[in-house]
């Protein structure tokens, strides 16, 4: 399988408007479009589609995170962090437009979030993220793009990956987990491609 964006290159930079937030002194709310994503090359056999989107480095601590005249060093060991989650797509789908599943920031979350006719989406990491917060905290549900902490000396890596499924359906509801996605599709998966993008909100880091 083969899977591309029209708005970046595989290990190139994502651009804002498809971010949670962006560069601002130090940092703004973005557009936080969902990209355009194609794919193609799945097995005849196959019945639906999966996407995810996971962030592999971000901070295990959070003791320097978005603190003045401080940063994160980029030796700090990193842990996962879910943007997107949505399955069951169609067989018949394979491209979804920019801006299709989010079109932008929504203060405490996407209740009903767009997607495909028939898919569901999941819980992403804003959720925890965001928890506590007056006027963030919520359930978020669907895309929300980077918002790596503004003062990271490492360059985020962005996994988005399609999961090619023998079977139509996925016994999932929304707002279901990573663990949960995983769960459910073992067994299922035929095949999977991934595009990897990148950003920074420091301006001292680079591709």
């Not at 491209?95 to 932008?104: H, M, V």
């Not at 928890?131 to 980077?146: H, N, Q, T």
Request: charged share 20%; aromatic share 10%.
């Amino acid at each position: 399988m083969q899977l591309r964006s029209d708005n970046f290159d595989n290990g190139r930079r994502i651009p804002a408007r498809f971010a949670f937030g962006k560069v601002a002194r130090p940092f703004a709310l973005s557009d936080n479009h969902s990209p355009h994503l194609a794919w193609k090359g799945a097995p005849p056999a196959t019945r639906s589609f999966v996407i995810t989107c996971i962030d592999t480095d971000v901070p295990s601590r959070g003791d320097d995170v978005n603190k003045p005249g401080r940063t994160v060093p980029a030796d700090l060991p990193r842990v996962e962090f879910v943007h997107w989650l949505i399955a069951n797509i169609p067989a018949e789908c394979g491209e979804l437009a920019a801006g299709a599943c989010s079109d932008e920031v929504t203060p405490r979350g996407k209740r009903e979030p767009y997607g495909p006719p028939g898919s569901v989406q999941g819980v992403n990491d804003f959720t925890g993220w965001f928890a506590g917060d007056a006027e963030m905290g919520g359930e978020y549900l669907g895309y929300d793009g980077p918002c790596p902490p503004w003062n990271d000396a490492l360059l985020h890596h962005y996994h988005f990956k399609v999961y090619a499924l023998d079977t139509a359906s996925l016994p999932l509801i929304s707002g279901f987990s990573l663990a949960e996605l995983h769960s459910a599709m073992v067994g299922h998966v035929l095949a999977e491609a991934e595009l990897v993008g990148v950003y920074s909100l420091n301006p001292l880091v680079g591709d």
